[in-house]
Protein backbone atom coordinates (compact mmCIF):
# COMPACT_ATOMS: atom_id res chain seq x y z
CA UNK A 1 0.00 0.00 0.00
CA UNK A 2 2.90 2.63 -1.27
CA UNK A 3 -0.12 5.41 -1.69
CA UNK A 4 -1.68 5.04 1.75
CA UNK A 5 -2.73 8.52 3.49
CA UNK A 6 -2.51 9.99 0.02
CA UNK A 7 -5.26 11.87 -1.33
CA UNK A 8 -5.29 11.55 -5.60
CA UNK A 9 -7.94 13.43 -8.06
CA UNK A 10 -8.35 11.88 -11.55
CA UNK A 11 -10.35 13.56 -14.28
CA UNK A 12 -12.32 12.00 -16.45
CA UNK A 13 -12.09 8.92 -14.12
CA UNK A 14 -15.60 7.50 -15.66
CA UNK A 15 -14.38 5.36 -18.07
CA UNK A 16 -11.32 3.96 -19.72
CA UNK A 17 -7.93 5.11 -18.56
CA UNK A 18 -9.21 7.35 -16.30
CA UNK A 19 -11.25 4.85 -14.52
CA UNK A 20 -8.12 2.60 -14.69
CA UNK A 21 -5.50 4.97 -13.27
CA UNK A 22 -8.38 5.61 -10.34
CA UNK A 23 -8.56 1.58 -9.78
CA UNK A 24 -5.06 0.96 -9.63
CA UNK A 25 -4.18 4.51 -7.26
CA UNK A 26 -6.55 2.92 -5.21
CA UNK A 27 -5.61 -0.38 -4.79
CA UNK A 28 -2.28 1.23 -3.35
CA UNK A 29 -3.86 2.43 -0.54
CA UNK A 30 -4.64 6.34 -2.01
CA UNK A 31 -8.16 7.92 -1.43
CA UNK A 32 -9.26 8.93 -4.75
CA UNK A 33 -11.74 11.83 -6.31
CA UNK A 34 -13.12 11.29 -9.64
CA UNK A 35 -13.99 13.70 -11.41
CA UNK A 36 -15.93 13.89 -15.18
CA UNK A 37 -18.53 15.51 -16.72
CA UNK A 38 -21.21 12.10 -16.31
CA UNK A 39 -22.00 12.00 -12.67
CA UNK A 40 -23.66 8.14 -12.87
CA UNK A 41 -20.05 6.99 -14.55
CA UNK A 42 -18.22 8.46 -11.62
CA UNK A 43 -20.20 6.77 -9.03
CA UNK A 44 -20.14 3.82 -11.10
CA UNK A 45 -16.03 4.05 -10.82
CA UNK A 46 -16.36 5.07 -6.93
CA UNK A 47 -18.79 1.49 -6.30
CA UNK A 48 -16.26 -0.48 -8.47
CA UNK A 49 -13.36 0.89 -5.67
CA UNK A 50 -15.58 0.83 -2.78
CA UNK A 51 -16.30 -2.69 -3.41
CA UNK A 52 -12.62 -3.58 -3.14
CA UNK A 53 -12.56 -1.62 0.45
CA UNK A 54 -11.14 1.86 -1.11
CA UNK A 55 -12.62 5.20 -0.28
CA UNK A 56 -13.43 7.24 -3.36
CA UNK A 57 -15.22 10.32 -3.63
CA UNK A 58 -17.61 11.17 -7.20
CA UNK A 59 -17.10 15.18 -8.02
CA UNK A 60 -18.83 16.22 -11.22
CA UNK A 61 -16.80 18.82 -13.11
CA UNK A 62 -16.77 20.82 -16.37
CA UNK A 63 -13.14 20.34 -16.90
CA UNK A 64 -13.50 23.77 -19.68
CA UNK A 65 -14.78 25.96 -16.78
CA UNK A 66 -12.81 27.43 -14.54
CA UNK A 67 -15.26 27.76 -12.33
CA UNK A 68 -16.11 24.27 -12.35
CA UNK A 69 -12.23 23.26 -11.63
CA UNK A 70 -11.86 25.30 -8.55
CA UNK A 71 -14.90 24.03 -7.28
CA UNK A 72 -13.77 20.84 -7.75
CA UNK A 73 -9.90 20.90 -6.04
CA UNK A 74 -12.17 22.87 -3.12
CA UNK A 75 -14.38 19.73 -2.75
CA UNK A 76 -11.87 17.49 -2.95
CA UNK A 77 -9.48 19.50 -0.20
CA UNK A 78 -12.67 19.81 1.76
CA UNK A 79 -13.94 16.40 1.56
CA UNK A 80 -10.15 14.13 2.16
CA UNK A 81 -8.37 17.17 3.95
CA UNK A 82 -5.53 17.32 1.42
CA UNK A 83 -4.52 16.86 -2.12
CA UNK A 84 -1.46 15.46 -2.82
CA UNK A 85 -1.65 13.53 -6.52
CA UNK A 86 -3.14 15.01 -9.87
CA UNK A 87 -3.54 12.94 -12.86
CA UNK A 88 -4.88 15.12 -15.35
CA UNK A 89 -6.83 12.86 -18.08
CA UNK A 90 -9.88 14.30 -19.51
CA UNK A 91 -9.53 15.72 -22.73
CA UNK A 92 -12.11 16.22 -25.93
CA UNK A 93 -9.87 14.76 -29.07
CA UNK A 94 -10.23 17.01 -32.31
CA UNK A 95 -9.20 14.41 -35.09
CA UNK A 96 -9.71 14.98 -38.88
CA UNK A 97 -7.30 16.59 -41.14
CA UNK A 98 -6.53 19.94 -41.58
CA UNK A 99 -8.94 21.53 -43.87
CA UNK A 100 -11.58 19.14 -41.67
CA UNK A 101 -11.12 20.29 -38.09
CA UNK A 102 -12.75 23.04 -37.46
CA UNK A 103 -11.75 26.44 -35.36
CA UNK A 104 -14.29 25.19 -32.75
CA UNK A 105 -13.40 21.68 -32.40
CA UNK A 106 -9.97 22.81 -31.99
CA UNK A 107 -10.40 25.29 -29.60
CA UNK A 108 -12.47 22.60 -27.48
CA UNK A 109 -9.34 20.49 -27.58
CA UNK A 110 -7.19 23.12 -26.51
CA UNK A 111 -9.56 24.20 -23.73
CA UNK A 112 -10.22 20.69 -22.43
CA UNK A 113 -6.55 19.53 -22.88
CA UNK A 114 -3.32 21.99 -22.04
CA UNK A 115 -5.79 24.96 -20.96
CA UNK A 116 -7.50 22.51 -18.37
CA UNK A 117 -4.45 20.68 -17.39
CA UNK A 118 -2.48 24.39 -16.71
CA UNK A 119 -5.98 25.18 -14.57
CA UNK A 120 -5.68 22.51 -12.80
CA UNK A 121 -1.49 22.66 -11.95
CA UNK A 122 -2.03 26.22 -10.95
CA UNK A 123 -4.83 25.30 -8.52
CA UNK A 124 -3.67 22.27 -6.93
CA UNK A 125 -0.31 23.85 -6.55
CA UNK A 126 -0.78 25.67 -2.93
CA UNK A 127 -2.01 22.20 -1.83
CA UNK A 128 0.79 19.25 -3.47
CA UNK A 129 3.87 21.61 -2.04
CA UNK A 130 6.08 18.96 -0.32
CA UNK A 131 5.16 15.60 -1.39
CA UNK A 132 2.67 16.50 -4.49
CA UNK A 133 2.79 14.38 -7.91
CA UNK A 134 1.23 15.43 -11.05
CA UNK A 135 0.80 13.18 -13.95
CA UNK A 136 0.29 14.56 -16.99
CA UNK A 137 -2.01 12.39 -20.12
CA UNK A 138 -0.68 12.75 -23.56
CA UNK A 139 -0.10 11.10 -26.66
CA UNK A 140 1.79 9.27 -29.07
CA UNK A 141 0.06 11.17 -32.12
CA UNK A 142 2.86 13.85 -32.45
CA UNK A 143 5.22 10.37 -32.39
CA UNK A 144 3.28 8.98 -35.07
CA UNK A 145 5.08 7.72 -38.26
CA UNK A 146 2.51 9.38 -40.29
CA UNK A 147 0.66 12.50 -38.67
CA UNK A 148 -2.32 12.99 -41.38
CA UNK A 149 -5.48 13.16 -39.59
CA UNK A 150 -3.55 13.73 -36.38
CA UNK A 151 -1.99 16.80 -36.39
CA UNK A 152 -4.68 19.01 -34.39
CA UNK A 153 -5.16 16.09 -31.41
CA UNK A 154 -0.96 16.07 -31.33
CA UNK A 155 -0.93 19.99 -31.21
CA UNK A 156 -2.89 20.03 -27.70
CA UNK A 157 -0.85 16.99 -26.28
CA UNK A 158 2.27 18.00 -27.06
CA UNK A 159 1.06 21.93 -25.57
CA UNK A 160 0.82 19.49 -22.67
CA UNK A 161 4.22 18.16 -22.90
CA UNK A 162 5.42 21.41 -22.44
CA UNK A 163 3.37 22.96 -19.87
CA UNK A 164 4.85 19.51 -17.73
CA UNK A 165 8.18 20.30 -18.21
CA UNK A 166 7.93 23.34 -16.88
CA UNK A 167 6.51 22.89 -13.53
CA UNK A 168 8.62 19.93 -13.36
CA UNK A 169 11.82 22.91 -13.54
CA UNK A 170 9.73 25.50 -11.97
CA UNK A 171 8.24 23.46 -8.95
CA UNK A 172 10.83 20.49 -8.73
CA UNK A 173 12.55 22.23 -5.98
CA UNK A 174 9.16 22.71 -3.85
CA UNK A 175 8.81 19.14 -3.75
CA UNK A 176 6.43 18.36 -6.75
CA UNK A 177 7.45 16.20 -9.53
CA UNK A 178 5.62 16.40 -12.74
CA UNK A 179 5.65 13.77 -15.55
CA UNK A 180 4.02 12.76 -18.46
CA UNK A 181 2.83 9.47 -19.57
CA UNK A 182 2.11 8.43 -23.46
CA UNK A 183 -0.50 5.23 -23.20
CA UNK A 184 -1.98 2.95 -25.31
CA UNK A 185 -5.03 1.32 -23.93
CA UNK A 186 -8.25 -0.59 -24.53
CA UNK A 187 -10.26 2.74 -24.01
CA UNK A 188 -14.22 3.50 -25.44
CA UNK A 189 -12.39 6.07 -27.35
CA UNK A 190 -9.95 3.66 -28.50
CA UNK A 191 -12.18 0.73 -29.14
CA UNK A 192 -14.65 2.60 -31.25
CA UNK A 193 -11.83 4.08 -33.40
CA UNK A 194 -10.26 0.85 -34.21
CA UNK A 195 -13.71 -0.76 -35.00
CA UNK A 196 -14.60 2.13 -37.38
CA UNK A 197 -10.87 2.23 -39.26
CA UNK A 198 -9.63 -1.79 -38.92
CA UNK A 199 -7.86 -1.22 -41.45
CA UNK A 200 -5.32 1.89 -40.08
CA UNK A 201 -6.01 -0.20 -36.54
CA UNK A 202 -4.84 -3.58 -37.70
CA UNK A 203 -1.57 -1.42 -38.96
CA UNK A 204 -1.30 0.01 -35.59
CA UNK A 205 -1.34 -3.05 -33.29
CA UNK A 206 1.50 -4.33 -35.85
CA UNK A 207 3.40 -1.33 -35.19
CA UNK A 208 3.63 -1.93 -31.69
CA UNK A 209 6.87 -4.56 -30.50
CA UNK A 210 4.63 -6.41 -28.24
CA UNK A 211 1.64 -6.63 -30.56
CA UNK A 212 -1.28 -5.58 -28.57
CA UNK A 213 -2.80 -2.74 -26.78
CA UNK A 214 -2.83 -2.17 -22.97
CA UNK A 215 -5.14 -2.77 -19.95
CA UNK A 216 -6.21 0.29 -18.84
CA UNK A 217 -5.82 -0.21 -14.81
CA UNK A 218 -3.05 -3.36 -15.11
CA UNK A 219 -0.84 -1.94 -17.86
CA UNK A 220 -1.52 2.40 -17.62
CA UNK A 221 -3.20 2.51 -13.84
CA UNK A 222 -0.07 0.23 -11.97
CA UNK A 223 2.22 2.29 -13.60
CA UNK A 224 0.94 5.52 -12.82
CA UNK A 225 0.54 4.16 -9.05
CA UNK A 226 4.50 3.43 -9.66
CA UNK A 227 5.25 6.60 -10.73
CA UNK A 228 3.36 8.65 -7.84
CA UNK A 229 5.44 6.19 -5.25
CA UNK A 230 8.45 7.15 -3.47
CA UNK A 231 10.75 4.48 -5.45
CA UNK A 232 10.22 7.19 -8.25
CA UNK A 233 11.10 10.09 -6.53
CA UNK A 234 13.66 11.07 -8.27
CA UNK A 235 11.78 10.90 -11.87
CA UNK A 236 11.13 14.39 -12.66
CA UNK A 237 10.00 15.97 -16.13
CA UNK A 238 10.01 13.10 -18.08
CA UNK A 239 7.50 11.51 -20.88
CA UNK A 240 7.36 8.10 -20.66
CA UNK A 241 5.58 5.91 -23.04
CA UNK A 242 2.81 3.26 -22.20
CA UNK A 243 2.57 1.68 -25.80
CA UNK A 244 4.80 -1.38 -25.82
CA UNK A 245 7.57 -0.02 -27.19
CA UNK A 246 5.93 1.85 -30.65
CA UNK A 247 6.89 5.36 -29.92
CA UNK A 248 10.66 6.79 -29.34
CA UNK A 249 10.37 9.37 -27.71
CA UNK A 250 12.95 12.29 -27.70
Not at 78 to 85: K, R, T, V, Y
Not at 118 to 126: F, G, H
Amino acid sequence: MQLANKVALVTGAGQGVGQGIALALAAEGARVAVTGRTLSKLETTCEMIEERGGQALAVECQVKSLESLAACVDAVVSHFGGLQILVNNAQEVPLGTLEQVTDEAFTAGFESGPLATLRMMKLCYPHLKGEGVIINLASSAGKRWDMSGYGAYAATKEAIRALTRAAACEWGCEGIRSNVIMPHAKSPGLAWWMDNNPDEAAEFVARIPQRRVGDCEQDIGRFVALLCGEGSAYVNGQTIGLDGGQALIS
